[in-house]
Each structure stands twice: as structure tokens, then as C-alpha cells.
């Protein structure tokens, strides 16, 4: 998902690019930018610094252990064709969720030349219906602590859509 998980203490709105930030922090790959330029206000010497980091990580293609807290949101669906069958995972018991045995022994992002997957409207149709702000379920109108998954996930928690 690109959506954090609060049940293990990470922050529910956590973009992935902050993800990447935590796990490669910029303090570890500060180096020049090879687009070098001469910054001329604040905003130009923050652009500056964040291009030059993300240079940086291209260059050196880090990859690294994700801590669990870190990882988005798990989730899988009883049936792919219904929404509102969605189930978060626990990834600390993910034979809760897939059966005996199953177990998440690690976790690691990696900065690579691979290009972004694509195709989730095809294992996810209805995905492909009135984005980006529609949930996957109506509201129930109840109390929040007791609003199905379903109801808090919208369809960009699974596409970013350039």
C-alpha cells in the first residue's frame, strides 16, 4: 500500500518518499549535486540539497533492512473483485492471515535502474473507477472507531497516478 500503518506506531498519511528518507537519511548521502548550481535563495539551496541526494542514492543504489514500524500498510482481500473484503495484515503474524507456517522474516528497499510496476487496475478493476478520492466502500456513518477497513482506505492508497 502507499499508506503507513498507525497499528505499528508509523504514521498512517506516510508517503513512501519519507519512507525512503528514514531508511537512506540524507545525513549519510550528502554529496555534491552533479547538477551543481549556484543557489540563490532558501528554496533554491533546499531544492539543491534534496536533488543532490537523490543523485546520490542513484549513484550508489543503497539497500537496506526496512524496520517493521516503517513498512506501509499490509492488507490483502478475502476476494479481489470485492472491495470491502479488504483485511489488514499483521506482518508480525502473517500466519493469522495466510496459514501455518507463513512468516515475514525481512524487509529491505532497494534504490534500483528497474522500472515502477505497473498493472494493479488489472489485478484490481474496480480500482479504475471514479479516482482518486472515491473509498472502497460508501461510508457507514458510525462511530470512527468502529468504521471498517474498507471505509478509511481510498483507491490512490494503491496507485500514485502521474
Same mark, same amino acid.
Given at each position: ?60 543504489? @543503497?539497500? &537496506?533492512?526496512?524496520?517493521? #514500524?516503517? +513498512? =506501509?500498510? $499490509? ?39 528497474? @522500472?515502477? &510496476?505497473?498493472?494493479?487496475? #488489472?489485478? +484490481? =478493476?474496480? $480500482? ?35
Amino acid at each position: 500500500m502507499l499508506r503507513g500503518d498507525t497499528t505499528r506506531g508509523g504514521n498512517e498519511y506516510y508517503p513512501y518518499a519519507a519512507m525512503v528518507e528514514d531508511v537512506f537519511p540524507r545525513s549519510e548521502f550528502r554529496e555534491p549535486s552533479l547538477n551543481h548550481k549556484r543557489a540563490a535563495n532558501v528554496d533554491e539551496r533546499q531544492t539543491e540539497d534534496y536533488d543532490a541526494y537523490v543523485d546520490t542514492l542513484m549513484r550508489r543504489k @543503497p539497500k &537496506t533492512d526496512v524496520p517493521l #514500524k516503517e +513498512l =506501509p500498510m $499490509l492488507i490483502r482481500f478475502r476476494n479481489v473483485a470485492d472491495p470491502a473484503t479488504v483485511e489488514r495484515v499483521d506482518p508480525n503474524n502473517l500466519a493469522a492471515s495466510f496459514g501455518p507456517g507463513v512468516v515475514l522474516t525481512r524487509a529491505t528497499l532497494e534504490i534500483t535502474d528497474d @522500472p515502477v &510496476t505497473t498493472g494493479i487496475v #488489472k489485478r +484490481l =478493476p474496480w $480500482l479504475a473507477n471514479d479516482y482518486p478520492e472515491k473509498r472502497l466502500v460508501p461510508a457507514t456513518g458510525g462511530p470512527l472507531n468502529d468504521v471498517p477497513l474498507a471505509n478509511h482506505l481510498i483507491f490512490k492508497d494503491f496507485r500514485e497516478v502521474q
